[in-house]
């Protein structure tokens, strides 16, 4: 199935000439939140949910521009449901390519960024705004540093609180002890990627938060945080993501150039559980439903976001199964195709799971419901 956009869009990160804050719910109107800068587009790869909000559907997004000032913009769905609002629009020094919420302080979130003197992160604080949504100043808590190689990925524990933050650079992977109030930030242990060609980034595990899955150029490696060993792998591919199941444990979902997605069960990784189409160009990123565990969006470079019915059980046993993946053209629900530029970043809302945000490399945000699809579980 395919269809346009029927969503709400977000169009502040074009700065399209306007003098009004908000971008309303029709598709065609765009919105400025800064109308002192001329008609200019700021480029976006990076968008997050903002878990730690339990009281709206918000997300922070994070723009990449060589020649312009780089911003973080605040993003909340209005209490009617019919807008956008830009919450707040925030100055960051450097290009951002990577942005992560903290999942227990909803004014906590980490970037990666890069500048030309290289690549850092960095965990930052929004201020208090008291009413004023232009505020340009970030607390920046800490950096991040010690990393001697290309920084990819910062990783928060998903499910609440916890005083430990991951950092990935290409060739190691730092276990940080991290307090937000007193603004420190420890490295305790280090593991080396050793003969594996360039690390490219991970996730860590909802169901247990000694382990994470780390990939590489041509592999997926599990990883003991206690003892920073490698340990099972899939091997031989190209995967650009890879996402848990929150409600399944040992389920995982990679994003893979040759395959395109595929499902897989951490205990017997020799085959997947299922293999679903992918997109016609890089599928570059999936992510699983926060509460209704059978929903799989993905996004890619064909300017597409697909919301998949990625059914799958731990003892599978049928033809989807070690041996002979099939791949499932009836599992796809619906395409969103009324983009033009690649996505690379989509966002679950954890406060209403049938929400989603996609954000498009030309710094466009759409946020989507996928209720009437929930009927068809």
């Not at 499910?159 to 990935?168: P, Q």
Request: a negative charge; hydrophobic letters at 35%; one cysteine or more.
């Amino acid at each position: 199935m395919q269809g346009g956009s029927s969503g709400i869009v977000y169009g502040g990160l074009k700065y399209q000439a306007s003098s009004s804050w908000r971008c309303l719910l029709e598709p065609s109107r765009t919105a400025s939140l800064n109308p002192r800068r001329p008609l200019s587009s700021l480029q976006a790869r990076c968008i997050a949910d903002v878990r730690a909000d339990a009281g709206s559907t918000t997300f922070l997004a994070g723009t990449l521009s060589l020649k312009e000032e780089n911003e973080v913009h605040l993003i909340r769905l209005s209490p009617a449901e019919s807008e956008l609002v830009c919450d707040g629009l925030f100055y960051h020094p450097n290009e951002i390519w990577d942005l992560k919420s903290c999942p227990f302080d909803h004014r906590v979130f980490s970037t990666v960024y890069t500048s030309g003197e290289g690549y850092g992160a960095a965990v930052w604080k929004i201020p208090e705004q008291h009413g004023q949504s232009n505020s340009p100043q970030l607390e920046q808590l800490f950096e991040l540093t010690g990393h001697t190689g290309k920084i990819r990925r910062v990783l928060w524990w998903p499910l609440g609180k916890h005083d430990k933050l991951i950092s990935i650079d290409d060739r190691n992977i730092f276990l940080w002890n991290i307090n937000t109030s007193n603004k420190s930030a420890k490295v305790i242990s280090q593991g080396s990627a050793d003969m594996l060609p360039n690390l490219r980034g991970g996730a860590w595990d909802p169901h247990n938060h000694n382990s994470i899955a780390a990939i590489s150029d041509s592999s997926l490696h599990l990883w003991d945080l206690r003892s920073m060993d490698k340990s099972t792998a899939i091997e031989h591919a190209h995967i650009r993501d890879v996402d848990y199941n929150p409600k399944k444990q040992n389920i995982i979902a990679t994003a893979e150039d040759e395959f395109g997605i595929r499902l897989w069960d951490l205990r017997m990784l020799k085959h997947p559980l299922k293999d679903l189409p992918g997109h016609s160009h890089w599928t570059w990123t999936v992510r699983h439903n926060p509460e209704y565990d059978e929903l799989l969006l993905s996004a890619g470079t064909d300017s597409t976001v697909n919301l998949w019915l990625a059914q799958v059980s731990s003892n599978d046993s049928g033809p989807d199964s070690p041996g002979s993946p099939k791949r499932q053209e009836e599992s796809l629900l619906n395409s969103y195709t009324d983009y033009e530029d690649s996505i690379y970043g989509i966002a679950w809302s954890s406060h209403d799971p049938s929400l989603f945000a996609s954000l498009s490399y030309d710094g466009r945000v759409v946020l989507e419901s996928v209720k009437p699809y929930l009927q068809r579980k």
